[in-house]
């Protein structure tokens, strides 16, 4: 286990933010785990040998992957943020129908959908070019192009940290839904660690349109018609690179704001008011938080405490110049204040914050 002491988050996350954690520690093995969670009961005692009657309370702990999607706060992190390194991707079993896939918690989320799609696997390749780990896409079920993690997982493994203890949960107990499941939601969030995801994914089969607008747009201007996985895959790779800024280059969290779901009898309403809504296929009525950005007038728009709406993606909120939690909240407020001014929605922020 490589532990580090009085680490800024702000270097630790893409939008560069927070004060700094106690403590960080980067686990590359299941024995680094063990001795991550001991560490952070202990009370920051490494040897648990030297343990006496007045020994240090628990400290907190925050499980982070690449960073993508999480927000740092001035006041830091009082306790240990463990970072997941946990390496290895394999395919777990093949039928002519489907195929079992299997990686470790601490692997790139794209470079796995790369390796599922290139072999012609499909399921997930609309999920490509999302940052982040394998780890951390189940724990909000992420989802992109008409496709979530929840409609291909078949497990997880993860460590129990009530329990001390290795387990194996599967889909029907995650509940999952729009950005929810039992690992960041209720009485469960933060009590498991997840070591490895398998997905269940078809196997040589393709997707069929139509697509979700934007991608069903960019296949038919490139005339591209066969919709193998690798295909798809680069097509959402192509889209998502034209709208999204390179974390290394302009700091941001990613998508910032969640779409808003809406009842059959919203979706209706909205409809007649003009909104843009996508109806899935599973019945949902999706109304996309960019698109309400976007049509308040604030896509590239300069906004307080040194951030802008990035001009080609309006979910991105950009930080050119901050250094201070309360310069995003003033950003932030000022978004959601005028799109509820304009169309009575308000939106949610999507990444999540380190608390302890």
């Not at 991707?89 to 796995?112: C, I, Y």
């Not at 798809?232 to 302009?250: Q, T």
């Not at 809504?277 to 007038?297: C, F, Q, R, T």
Request: aromatic letters at 8%; proline letters at 4%.
């Amino acid at each position: 286990m490589k532990l580090r002491e009085n680490v800024p988050i702000s270097e630790l996350t893409t939008m560069r933010l927070g004060g700094s954690a106690r403590f960080v520690a980067e686990v590359s093995s299941l024995q680094d785990l063990r001795e991550a969670y001991e560490f952070a009961e202990n009370g920051g005692i490494s040897d648990t040998s030297a343990k006496t009657s007045d020994t240090k309370k628990p400290l907190p702990v925050f499980i982070l992957g690449d960073g993508a999607n999480t927000i740092g706060r001035d006041e830091g992190f009082p306790g240990l943020i463990i970072l997941n390194r946990l390496k290895g991707m394999e395919v777990v079993e093949e039928t002519s129908d489907d195929v079992l896939v299997r990686a470790m918690g601490g692997e790139n989320w794209d470079a796995f959908v790369g390796f599922c799609s290139e072999r012609g696997y499909s399921g997930i390749e609309c999920l490509s070019a999302i940052p982040g780990t394998v780890g951390a896409a189940p724990v909000q079920n992420i989802g992109a192009y008409g496709q979530d993690i929840s409609q291909t997982i078949d497990n997880v493994e993860a460590y129990d940290t009530k329990t001390h203890e290795m387990v194996v949960i599967g889909r029907d107990e995650m509940k999952m839904s729009y950005r929810s499941t039992i690992f960041n939601t209720g009485a469960d969030a933060g009590r498991y660690f997840i070591t490895a995801v398998t997905l269940r994914l078809e196997n040589d089969e393709k997707l069929e349109p139509p697509f979700y607008n934007s991608l069903q747009k960019y296949l038919d201007e490139h005339g591209i018609s066969d919709y193998s996985p690798a295909n798809i895959r680069a097509a959402v790779s192509a889209i998502r690179s034209e709208k999204l800024p390179d974390p290394a280059v302009e700091a941001s969290a990613g998508s910032f704001f969640k779409n808003i779901h809406l009842s059959d009898e919203e979706a209706e309403e909205a409809k007649l008011k003009g909104l843009k809504i996508y109806d899935k296929p599973n019945g949902d009525h999706v109304l996309n938080a960019g698109w309400l950005i976007e049509a308040a007038g604030l896509k590239g728009k300069a906004l307080p405490g040194g951030f802008h709406i990035s001009d080609k993606a309006a979910l991105i909120l950009i930080n050119d110049s901050a250094k201070s939690y309360k310069d995003l909240e003033q950003a932030r407020a000022e978004i959601v204040r005028a799109v509820f001014d304009k169309f009575g929605f308000k939106l949610s922020q999507e990444p999540v914050e380190i608390v302890a």
